[in-house]
Every structure is written in C-alpha cells, then in structure tokens.
C-alpha cells in the first residue's frame, strides 16, 4: 500500500512513525515544501533566545531516522489533489499516487492589511527561515514592534525583548484574548510591563514604511534603493514612531490552498473538515494538525486547534485508521499553556465558562497567581491559572475525564478552589 503523507511537521512526522510500526512494507512518502529536517516550531523561541542551536528544533535527531525506518522524504510543495485519480501534484511538476493520503500541512501566518507589511524588514516568527532572519536583524538595543499579542505573540515577546526595546500593539482590547480570561489576561499584561515591555491595547497599526532621515540625502537614497535596510517608520494610536524591526504575529490560518478544486470540505475556521477518525469527506483522505476543524470536546462545535499536543493526538488517530485499526479521537481539547518571562499561565477546556454554569475566581494582585474555575451540571468544564505550576495537570485531568464533582466537593471548591487535588482525589476515588 502506498501513503503520501503532506506536509512533515510533528502530524506527519508522528503519522509516517506510527504507520510503519503497524506496516513494515508499505510504502510511506513524507512530502515537506521547507528546505530543512523535519522540526518544531513550538522550539523557536528557545532558538532565538539562544538556549538551543538550530538542531535543537530538529523532531529527530539521528541523520539516518527516516531512512532507517524507509521512510522517504521529497521536498517538494503540494499543488493539488485530485481524489478521482488518488494523485498529488507537486510544484515541480510530477505527481505521486496514492492508496491512502494524510493532509498535515499545518498552517501559515496572516498578515492584516496594512500599507508596508510586505517591507522586507517586516517579518513572521513561523519557520526556521523566519527565525534566521529575525536573529539577523535584531542588532544589539534594537527598537522591536511586534503586532499582536496572541498566543504566539506572548510566547515569542520574551525571546525579542531580551535582544531590544520591545513595543506590542495589539488591537484588541486585552492580550491572548482567545485563550485567557479578562482577569488573567489583565495580570499577564501588568507582568509584561513590569518586565519593560510597552503594551498597547485596543491600538491598530494603520501604516508602515521605511523612514527616511531628513538631514541625509544619503539615507534617502539608501532608504530607497536599498530594499528598506533602514528603520521603519509605522503610525499608530494617532503616534509615528521608527523602529528598527517589526514582527508580525498577528495569527495564523490553515496552509490548504493546494485543495481548491478538490471537492475536499473545508469549514468556516478555514480548516479542512474531519470526523473524529480524521477522516475527510474523500476516499482514503485523511487530515491531522494545524490545518484540521475537528469537534470541540466541550462544546461538540467544530473548530482550529493550532496546538501541537492536539497535531499529534490527531496524527496517532490518523495514522491508525489509515492502516485498518479503527479508532477515534476525543475531539480537540482547549490546553493552553503559555510562559510569558517565567510567569506561566494555563487555560483547560471551556475555560470561558456555560450561561447556565457557576463559576469562583480568586485573584492575588500582588503575588501574580490567579484561579478560575468553571462548572456545569456537577462537571468541572473549564479552568484558568496563573501563576501556578504544581499539580496543575490535576485541572486538566478532572475536565478531560469528565470525573462527576460531587454537590459536597463542588460547595468545598467555590469556598476555596485551590483545594481542586483533594477535590480530584476524593472525586475520581468515589468513581472508581
Ligand atoms: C514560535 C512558535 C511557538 C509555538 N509554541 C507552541 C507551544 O508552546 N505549544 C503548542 O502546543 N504549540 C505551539 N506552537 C504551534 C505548533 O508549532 C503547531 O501546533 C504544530 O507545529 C502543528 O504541527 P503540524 O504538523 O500540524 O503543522 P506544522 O508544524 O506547521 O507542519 C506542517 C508542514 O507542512 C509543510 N507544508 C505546508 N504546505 C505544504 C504543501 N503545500 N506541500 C508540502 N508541504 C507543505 C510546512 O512547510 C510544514 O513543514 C508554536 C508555533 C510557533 C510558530
């Protein structure tokens, strides 16, 4: 049997492994469009920081992994898939048949539309090729502006403010909006300031472009002629300021223009649609990763769950169905966890909470720890902590085993939520 596997980060990786172990003699192609190992981007802020070299990144580490395994690695990009014919077309012109095929090609960073964000100077932190570019232009006390303060905005701001003056703006009214609560997110941003990094909220950048010094004819010639090696003057908030780099991370969207014409069902996140074998609506054609809209857990709706813990849970799933083992997946499941200059904050689940639900919070201004915690119908569904590290998994594994709080524990927890480990004990022991 034949497996054409797209795209060769974590998903593909974890998917051509886990075929092979159950399917000695298939043969297995892993298709990648970067010029590089195959690696974790999730490792790129500790590249930049310096904590590890570029092979760090790598997913594995032995030159001869893939061979070893007969796994066969093609750098070539995908252009189209035509399910009729089971056939991919790569950039290159040649085409690889297939018997089954997984989609894993993750996802691609998205830019606003703001006039200059294709100057060169104006960078994303999603490949390796992107991080090699920021380490080159980040020169000693640089003036960095990053654009948005998501999820990766804040895991990358503490790699970026270590080598400059760091300013985010971000247009939204509080930071990783989409993964914390207002609380949380209010305590991460004081934190960050602490730490000397400008955050500006609710703030839109609406121009960008490469500045020019008004004393040197010089440097408007250069400023002109050569491709925008100067400083960037970008307008916001009513302000123009120059900065010597701007990174952009401002999200991501799933990476399937190569499916247009394919008859392949996407959904309204931009993802590609599968149940919950990973299966897609075409013969044979499986999805995992980035570029997936699978089921909510919690909520049952489907969504984009660009996190790497989900990729490769989807990837097992994937790879097992694709060689005959039928199994399926508990649907994606909301876990964030986020350092932000050694502050960790984590979110689990429904963590922004039900209409008909009850909720406890407490908040320690002071100390930078925060608790939330979500219930519905006697179930912890959701959880937001920051500043605590020691037996947090406990939240996780009360939401995603669906462990019944009883009415007592329940009481005992919206007096006092950091009791949440006895909480479990007690509550998973009466289960049992
Ligand atoms: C800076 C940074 C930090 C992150 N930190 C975290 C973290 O702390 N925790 C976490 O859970 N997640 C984190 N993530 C997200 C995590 O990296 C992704 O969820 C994970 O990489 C998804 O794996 P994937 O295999 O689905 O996709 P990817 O890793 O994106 O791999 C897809 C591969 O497919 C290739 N490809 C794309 N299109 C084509 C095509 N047409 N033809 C052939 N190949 C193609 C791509 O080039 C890529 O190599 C981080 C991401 C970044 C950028």
Redo the contacts with the bound molecule.
């Keep these: 049997m034949q497996h054409i596997i797209?795209?060769?980060?974590?998903?593909?990786?974890l998917a051509a492994e886990t075929i092979r172990r159950h399917r000695p003699l298939d043969s297995i192609v892993l298709?990648?469009?970067?010029p590089?190992p195959?690696?974790?981007?999730?490792?790129?802020?500790y590249l930049l920081t310096g904590n590890i070299a570029e092979s760090g990144t790598y997913l594995r580490h032995r030159a001869d992994h893939f061979k070893d395994l007969n796994i066969k690695l093609v750098l070539?990009?995908?252009?189209a898939v035509d399910t009729g014919s089971k056939a991919v077309r790569?950039?290159d012109g040649t085409s690889l048949t297939y018997d089954r095929l997984l989609l894993?090609?993750?996802?691609?960073?998205v830019r606003p539309p703001i006039a200059g964000i294709d100057l060169p100077r104006v960078l994303s932190?999603?490949?390796l090729e992107d991080a090699r570019s920021i380490a080159d232009a980040l020169k000693p006390d640089a003036r960095i502006l990053q654009l948005g303060a998501g999820?990766?905005g804040c895991?990358?701001m503490e790699a970026l403010a270590a080598k400059g003056k760091l300013t985010v703006v971000e247009m939204g009214d509080r930071v990783v909006p989409r993964m914390m609560t207002p609380a949380a997110s209010a305590m991460i941003e004081r934190w960050c300031g602490r730490k000397g990094v400008e955050i500006l909220t609710s703030t839109r950048v609406t121009a960008i472009d490469a500045a020019r010094s008004r004393s040197s004819w010089w440097s408007v010639i250069r400023s002109k002629t050569s491709n925008g090696n100067g400083r960037l003057k970008v307008s916001f908030g009513g302000l123009e300021r120059e900065f010597d780099t701007v990174i952009c991370a401002t999200g991501?969207k799933p990476?399937?223009?190569?499916l247009q014409g394919s008859g392949i069902e996407t959904g309204p996140g931009g993802g590609i649609v599968v149940d919950l074998s990973m299966r897609t609506n075409a013969p044979d054609v499986f999805a995992?990763?980035?570029?997936t809209e699978a089921a909510d857990f919690s909520t049952g709706a489907h969504f984009v769950n660009?996190?790497?813990?989900?990729?490769a849970d989807?990837?097992l799933t994937a790879a097992l169905n694709m060689v005959g083992q039928s199994t399926s997946w508990q649907g994606g499941f909301r876990?964030?966890?986020?350092a932000t200059f050694g502050l960790v904050s984590t979110s689990f689940g429904q963590w922004w909470g039900a209409d008909d639900g009850e909720h406890v919070e407490v908040i320690d201004e002071a100390g930078f720890k925060y608790l939330r915690l979500e219930f519905k119908d006697g179930y912890l569904i959701g959880a937001t902590c920051v500043g605590r590290t020691e037996h947090i998994g406990v939240l996780r594994g009360l939401i995603q085993t669906r462990t019944r709080v009883s009415p007592q524990w329940k009481a005992n927890l919206l007096l006092d939520p950091h009791r949440f480990v006895d909480a479990y004990l007690a509550c998973a022991q009466a289960a049992a």
């Design positions: 797209l795209g060769n980060g974590p998903a593909g990786v298709v990648g469009d970067e590089e195959p690696y974790s981007r999730m490792a790129i802020p070539g990009r995908a252009t790569l950039a894993s090609t993750g996802s691609r960073p932190c999603w490949t999820f990766i895991i990358i991501v990476a399937i223009d190569y995992a990763g980035d570029c660009a996190i790497q813990p989900d990729a989807q990837a876990m964030n966890v986020l």
